[in-house]
T-cell receptor, first 114, second 115 residues
C-alpha cells in the first residue's frame, strides 16, 4: 500500500541552526514527491517537488530536499532556520494512476527558539 | 487576488444541518480536489474531479457529496453534518502535464465545526 511517513511529529531548533525533516515513502512505481508548508491559519504552500532528474531539488525560502531511492526517503533541509520558518511541514507522494491524488504524511510541526 | 479561493473560511453549524463549502479557481486548471485535515492525520482525499463531467470518490467520501458547476467551481456538501466531520477542509487544483506529473495548489482552507 502507498504511504508516507514523517517520523518526527514535532521538532524544535534554534534560530540559525540547520534543519532536517525526515520523510519516507512506500510506493511501487517512480515516485513524484512534494513538500508543503502550512503556516498557522494558512493553507498549504508548495515548497518544492521532485519529478525526475537531479535528486537534489531546490525550493523556495532556502529549502532543499534530496531524493534517495535506495532509502525511500525525501528529506527536507535548510542550512539556517529563521523564526518565520515555524510552521507545519507535510511530505506527500503523488499517486498518478489514481486520479493524481496526493498521499500525505502526518506532518511535522517545527518550532524555532530565539 | 488568490488563485484558489474557498468560502466560507470558518463555519459553525449544528448536527443534522446541510452545509455547502465552495471553491473557485482562476488558474484555469481542469483538475480539482477536496481534502480534509485532521490533527495528526495529514490530509485525506474526499473527492476529485478531472473535469465537469468526471467526478470520483476519494478515500473518505462517505457523508459527503460534490458538484462541479463549471471548470472553475467545485463545491463540497455535507448533507447532514455530524460532529466527527469537524475538520479543516482544503480545495486544490492541479495542472496536469501528462505522465502523472501534476502539481497541486491549495486554497486557504475552511474550518468547519459541527456541534
Amino acid at each position: 500500500a502507498q504511504s508516507v511517513t514523517q517520523p518526527d511529529i514535532h521538532i524544535t531548533v534554534s534560530e540559525g541552526a540547520s534543519l532536517e525533516l525526515r520523510c519516507n515513502y512506500s510506493y511501487g512505481a517512480t515516485p513524484y514527491l512534494f513538500w508543503y508548508v502550512q503556516s498557522p491559519g494558512q493553507g498549504l504552500q508548495l515548497l518544492l517537488k521532485y519529478f525526475s532528474g537531479d535528486t537534489l531539488v531546490q525550493g523556495i525560502k532556502g529549502f532543499e530536499a534530496e531524493f534517495k531511492r535506495s532509502q525511500s526517503s525525501f528529506n527536507l533541509r535548510k542550512p539556517s532556520v529563521h523564526w518565520s520558518d515555524a510552521a507545519e511541514y507535510f511530505c506527500a507522494v503523488l499517486i498518478y494512476n489514481q486520479g493524481g491524488k496526493l498521499i500525505f504524511g502526518q506532518g511535522t510541526e517545527l518550532s524555532v527558539k530565539p | 487576488d488568490a488563485d484558489v479561493t474557498q468560502t466560507p473560511r470558518n463555519r459553525i453549524t449544528k448536527t443534522g444541518k446541510r452545509i455547502m463549502l465552495e471553491c473557485s479557481q482562476t488558474k484555469g486548471h481542469d483538475r480539482m480536489y477536496w481534502y480534509r485535515q485532521d490533527p495528526g492525520l495529514g490530509l485525506q482525499l474526499i473527492y476529485y474531479s478531472f473535469d465537469v463531467k468526471d467526478i470520483n470518490k476519494g478515500e473518505i467520501s462517505d457523508g459527503y457529496s460534490v458538484s462541479r458547476q463549471a471548470q472553475a467551481k467545485f463545491s463540497l456538501s455535507l448533507e447532514s453534518a455530524i460532529p466527527n466531520q469537524t475538520a479543516l477542509y482544503f480545495c486544490a487544483t492541479s495542472d496536469y502535464r501528462g505522465a502523472g506529473a501534476d502539481t497541486q495548489y491549495f486554497g486557504p482552507g475552511t474550518r468547519l465545526t459541527v456541534l
